[in-house]
């Protein structure tokens, strides 16, 4: 069994941070086609012509020319046909991903996430940071049977309310990390969070003080109302700096929180052993305000 909860709310629309990409008006060609591209990706299901021309400033006409140009090119596709959305196609991801194995990213840590992922039995997942998102790319597997937690990759972390997200924030000054928590938006159970979610940033900041304490973050019925997760960064072995954060996640009826205290140990042992690899090349990984635990 498959356990794959709605990742679109992983990076919630109505967050100030998207409001404000939506509202820029993007002027020339190239600067409008990519504002498209950027538009649709914080919308899987899509948007019709009349809601991309709106949200970004574009007259019609235009909007109309450019996602024509766009499918033609198999960057979008229009669900439905004439009058249907307008929706991104898997060219760009394939781009992104090849462009992290041309780095060498996946190819250097995936033995690595194999190991771990078969010594804890549950899923392993390496994200790194993108300015101020932080999104998966690797994954690997360690449940062969029963309750698995499988997400799709190049979702970004919603930071506030998973074990990667904290986990990188708590890299960071209190003030930094709660502003961009409060410019995502926090995770409320009735929009499918778990119970013990933070809710605002004083609930946050606890969350942050326990992961630098302990060296890891543990999260128990947050993202989801069944599941735990830990995490921890990955720190450059030259830098210090944070390069990506490494995580174990899985149903809390196999993780209990003692599980979980256990299994940091190899989690933290084998997040330093991706750092002395430098699996992110410098120009990729910028962690804001760095600091040490």
């Given at each position: 069994m498959s356990l794959k909860p709605d990742l679109r709310r992983t990076a919630p629309s109505t967050s100030p941070a998207a409001s404000s990409d939506a509202k820029a008006t993007p002027s020339g060609v190239m600067e409008r086609t990519l504002?498209?591209?950027?538009?649709?990706?914080?919308?899987?299901?899509?948007?019709?012509?009349s809601s991309i021309s709106s949200d970004l400033?574009?007259?019609?006409?235009?909007?109309?020319r450019l996602t024509a140009d766009l499918q033609a090119l198999g960057y979008v596709h229009q669900e439905g046909g004439a009058g249907g959305r307008y929706r991104l196609t898997m060219k760009p991801v394939s781009i992104a991903f090849t462009f992290l194995a041309s780095c060498g990213i996946t190819d250097l840590a995936q033995p690595l996430l194999d190991r771990l992922a078969a010594e804890s039995g549950e899923l392993v997942r390496l994200a790194v940071p993108d300015g101020q998102k932080l999104t998966w790319?690797?994954?690997a597997q360690g449940s062969r049977s029963g309750l698995k937690y499988d997400p799709e990759m190049?979702?970004?972390a919603h930071l506030s309310s998973t074990a990667t997200g904290i986990a990188w924030l708590a890299a960071m000054p209190d003030g930094i990390a709660v502003k961009l928590a409060d410019e995502q938006g926090y995770g409320n159970p009735a929009d499918g969070y778990g119970p013990n979610v933070a809710r605002d940033g004083k609930q946050l900041l606890t969350l942050l003080?326990?992961?630098?304490?302990?060296?890891?973050?543990?999260?128990?019925?947050?993202f989801a109302p069944w599941m735990t997760a830990i995490a921890c960064v990955i720190r450059s072995r030259s830098t210090g700096e944070a390069i990506g954060t490494l995580s174990i996640a899985g149903p809390t009826l196999r993780i209990s929180?003692?599980?979980?205290?256990?299994l940091g140990a190899i989690l933290v042992e084998t997040a330093r052993e991706l750092g002395d690899m430098q699996i992110v090349p410098k120009d990729i990984s910028r962690t804001p305000q760095n600091i040490s635990f």
């Amino acid at each position: 069994m498959s356990l794959k909860p709605d990742l679109r709310r992983t990076a919630p629309s109505t967050s100030p941070a998207a409001s404000s990409d939506a509202k820029a008006t993007p002027s020339g060609v190239m600067e409008r086609t990519l504002a498209i591209i950027e538009l649709l990706s914080r919308h899987a299901a899509g948007l019709p012509i009349s809601s991309i021309s709106s949200d970004l400033g574009i007259p019609l006409s235009a909007t109309h020319r450019l996602t024509a140009d766009l499918q033609a090119l198999g960057y979008v596709h229009q669900e439905g046909g004439a009058g249907g959305r307008y929706r991104l196609t898997m060219k760009p991801v394939s781009i992104a991903f090849t462009f992290l194995a041309s780095c060498g990213i996946t190819d250097l840590a995936q033995p690595l996430l194999d190991r771990l992922a078969a010594e804890s039995g549950e899923l392993v997942r390496l994200a790194v940071p993108d300015g101020q998102k932080l999104t998966w790319i690797a994954r690997a597997q360690g449940s062969r049977s029963g309750l698995k937690y499988d997400p799709e990759m190049g979702q970004v972390a919603h930071l506030s309310s998973t074990a990667t997200g904290i986990a990188w924030l708590a890299a960071m000054p209190d003030g930094i990390a709660v502003k961009l928590a409060d410019e995502q938006g926090y995770g409320n159970p009735a929009d499918g969070y778990g119970p013990n979610v933070a809710r605002d940033g004083k609930q946050l900041l606890t969350l942050l003080r326990q992961t630098r304490k302990r060296g890891f973050s543990v999260t128990i019925a947050t993202f989801a109302p069944w599941m735990t997760a830990i995490a921890c960064v990955i720190r450059s072995r030259s830098t210090g700096e944070a390069i990506g954060t490494l995580s174990i996640a899985g149903p809390t009826l196999r993780i209990s929180e003692a599980r979980a205290i256990e299994l940091g140990a190899i989690l933290v042992e084998t997040a330093r052993e991706l750092g002395d690899m430098q699996i992110v090349p410098k120009d990729i990984s910028r962690t804001p305000q760095n600091i040490s635990f």
